[in-house]
């Protein structure tokens, strides 16, 4: 199994600001994923990084709102830029559990709230 | 595109007695789908999956789920509540992300389980 670490687990910002989310994972895996929750909602997929190339983002995401970094096989950011009350949900990080079944771990989550 | 559907928003269940989860199911191909819990302020924890083979599967907790292909369904199900298993559930199917070409997970609205004593 893999443990996901991710910084912070919550945090407050305000609008027009930029936060960026760790998420460390405890062993070397290609592919990170990172997800959205906003409030009420089921889970989206907005990236796929793998180390040493640009993420690629799903439909409706652009890199230019969350820009996220893969330096290596055990860490990545997203960082969520010019924030608005919109922007107000649970990103998770996420990684395969095993090669083409679609399972996942996941990260604990964090609670982005923008006033 | 594949998707799943979780018809109830919120499921309320006595602790000793059985429980369902419903989630229903749209795929062209064969469906690979998933049970994801999440516990308050934890992330989430797969509990099965259903690939092939036998329609009832198996997982984590003594939770069970039982695939219909007629039905198009893939209902979660244990025979006994327990207050513990008061929970956010989410049904989930693999797909490929259309500008990806990854495999990806595509999840229902999600299933608050409520377990009274």
């Known amino acids: 199994s893999a443990v996901i670490s991710q910084k912070p687990s919550r945090d407050i910002c305000q609008r027009g600001t930029s936060l960026t989310i760790q998420c460390q994972v405890d062993?070397?895996?290609?592919?990170m994923f990172w997800y959205r929750q906003q409030p009420g909602q089921s889970l989206t997929l907005i990236a796929t990084a793998n180390q040493g190339s640009e993420a690629t983002y799903e439909s409706g995401f652009v890199i230019d709102k969350f820009p996220i970094s893969r330096p290596n096989l055990t860490f990545s950011t997203l960082t969520v830029s010019n924030m608005s009350p919109e922007d107000s949900s649970i990103y998770l990080c996420?990684?395969?559990?095993?090669?083409?079944?679609?399972?996942?771990?996941f990260g604990q989550g964090t609670r982005l709230t923008v006033v | 595109a594949q998707s799943v559907a979780q018809p109830e928003d919120q499921v309320n269940v006595a602790e000793g007695n059985p429980l369902t989860v419903k989630c229903t199911y749209s795929v062209s191909g064969n469906p690979y789908l998933f049970w994801y819990v999440q516990y308050p302020n934890r992330g989430l924890q797969f509990l099965l999956k259903?690939?092939?083979?036998?329609?009832l599967v198996k997982g984590s907790y003594g939770f069970e789920a039982e695939f219909n292909k007629s039905q198009t369904s893939f209902h979660l199900k244990k025979p006994s509540a327990l207050v513990s298993d008061s929970a956010l559930y989410f049904c989930a199917v693999r797909d490929m992300g259309m500008n990806t070409g990854f495999q990806k997970l595509v999840f229902g609205t999600g299933t608050r389980l409520l377990v009274s004593p």
């Open positions: 996420s990684v395969p559990r095993g090669a083409g079944s679609g399972e996942a771990f």
């Open positions: 259903y690939i092939t083979g036998d329609n």
């Open positions: 062993s070397q895996v290609t592919m």
